[in-house]
């Protein structure tokens, strides 16, 4: 079982606020859904409400509650052991948030898929875990400038352990 984090983190690692994405940054959710497509998302209750039409397509959704309320198109486990446990060997999974998960799965994760924004938002209310850089090693960069569609400067990093 292959486990990533995805998400896209502001320089003080600011993640959200009132369970919204604090950037709109186009190309950073075409390579959400090209890394993600085809494989198991898990993510938190209130992350799926905020999604804007429910599960996420070609994708095996994975939602944490306590509730276990049925949710179309997921699948509901009332923690990260129990849905990961229900994984097989060779799924992809990838940890899209929110901020509790990301704390839970942060130790268990052998890759990190972030958009690192260079902005420090004026309001967040979620936030990624610390990063230990001494267990983390950086095998890709890819550095974005300013554009038509992006108004802050962005960079795809990732981390394996």
Request: hydrophobic share 40%.
């Amino acid at each position: 079982m292959y486990i990533s984090i995805i998400a896209a983190v502001a320089k003080n690692m600011a993640i959200g606020h009132e369970n919204k994405l604090l950037y709109w940054l186009p190309n950073d959710l075409k390579r959400f859904k090209s890394l993600t497509t085809g494989h198991t998302i898990i993510m938190g209750r209130k992350t799926f409400d905020s999604l804007p039409k429910g599960a996420l397509p070609n994708r095996r959704n994975v939602v944490l509650s306590r509730s276990l309320t049925e949710l179309p198109g997921a699948e509901v486990f009332p923690d990260l052991q129990t849905a990961l446990a229900s994984c097989s060997e060779t799924e992809d999974i990838y940890i899209i948030g929110g901020e509790s998960v990301y704390r839970q799965a942060i130790s268990l994760a052998n890759r990190l898929c972030l958009t690192e924004i260079d902005s420090i938002p004026e309001q967040a209310d979620a936030f990624f875990p610390p990063v230990d850089q001494s267990e983390w090693t950086v095998v890709s960069r890819e550095f974005h400038d300013i554009d038509e569609k992006h108004d802050y400067k962005y960079c795809f990093v990732d981390y394996v352990k």
